[in-house]
């Protein structure tokens, strides 16, 4: 039978966006109900080895880092459902979100970290060898290809700046781009084809990743290689490579705000300067939703701070039931 829940911070989502803010928003007394979504942990889960989150002096699984942020949300007194918010309506307060489950929401703050998804290429192989050495995210991951060759699939500024900084690890990068020419902006052309460890592929995509050991965890598996593929000829060879960085865009989980806030062209959510805060007074957007610059663990969770902080704060100047001082401890 669905339930009505009443809270002063809803959090539409989960990673470190949404368990930072619930964090936050739960220390402030608001009593936050966290709606973890499809994926409950984001991306991170995902990830094998994390060694970039600051406080852990070895690499920790992705999967148990949020189990953490998990139990330290609850533990300060969130409230977390596993639901999926299906329908929202910003257009009057209290705003109103509906679950999957029939369950309904009403909030008088709303608080958005649904993330975004790297687009993969679509082969079986690929999500074999994901955390193996296939991964979307050469922030993440380059220092693990240090003097190894790894490959890097696709055309635009990410896929560029992707292969230019692995080459502070890696002592050889090939670029796989599907076209004769890339779309990324000309200066970051003009580094790419003058950086002696990068080579180009042209015309070719990524036919299947090669690997050893089935590509599980446990029996060591891990790549060996790509099958590239001549989109004219039809020819396929195969490269040598212990890493294949996927490079050809992410898409923010937003279609459930569209025509309710503010987007750019991509999807992702309008916030205004030096703030979370959204185009809809009372609705705040953090973490991968909104950034498409940075898209790291601990720049997500940053941005959930600054979201129940802001979130407090706006309760206190409209309907002075916030607790601003608790929040900024």
């Not at 129940?308 to 039931?321: C, F, T």
Request: glycine share 10%; with cysteine; hydrophobic share 40%.
């Amino acid at each position: 039978m669905s339930q009505t829940h009443r809270t002063k911070v809803l959090i539409i989502g989960s990673g470190p966006a949404g368990y930072t803010a619930a964090i936050y928003a739960a220390r402030a007394n608001l009593a936050p109900i966290q709606v973890l979504g499809l994926q409950p942990g984001g991306q991170l889960t995902i990830t094998s080895d994390v060694e970039n989150y600051p406080g852990f002096p070895a690499a920790v699984q992705g999967p148990w880092l949020m189990d953490q942020f998990k139990a330290q949300a609850e533990h300060v007194g969130t409230t977390t459902l596993y639901d999926l918010i299906t329908e929202v309506d910003f257009t009057q307060r209290p705003f109103r979100a509906v679950g999957d489950s029939g369950d309904v929401f009403l909030a008088d703050t709303v608080v958005i970290a649904t993330g975004a998804q790297a687009r993969w290429l679509g082969l079986d192989s690929e999500q074999r060898y994901k955390g193996l050495g296939v991964s979307a995210c050469a922030t993440c991951d380059g220092f693990f290809f240090r003097n190894k060759k790894v490959a890097v699939i696709g055309g635009g500024n990410t896929a560029v700046e992707e292969a230019l900084f692995l080459t502070n690890f890696a002592t050889k990068v090939t670029l796989v781009h599907r076209r004769d020419s890339l779309r990324a902006e000309r200066v970051m052309q003009d580094r790419l084809f003058n950086h002696p460890k990068i080579d180009v592929i042209w015309n070719a995509t990524v036919d299947e990743v090669l690997g050893t050991a089935g590509g599980t965890t446990a029996e060591g598996g891990a790549v060996s290689g790509v099958r590239v593929k001549d989109v004219k000829t039809g020819e396929t060879r195969e490269i040598d490579v212990d890493g294949v960085f996927v490079a050809i865009g992410h898409d923010p989980a937003t279609a459930l705000f569209k025509g309710k806030l503010d987007m750019d062209s991509e999807g992702y959510i309008r916030t205004a300067p030096d703030s979370t805060a959204t185009s809809v007074p009372g609705v705040f957007a953090a973490g991968d939703v909104k950034d498409k610059v940075f898209r790291q663990a601990v720049t997500a969770a940053g941005m959930g701070c600054m979201a129940a902080l802001e979130a407090d704060k706006w309760l206190a100047l409209h309907e002075g039931h916030g607790n601003h001082a608790a929040a900024a401890e």
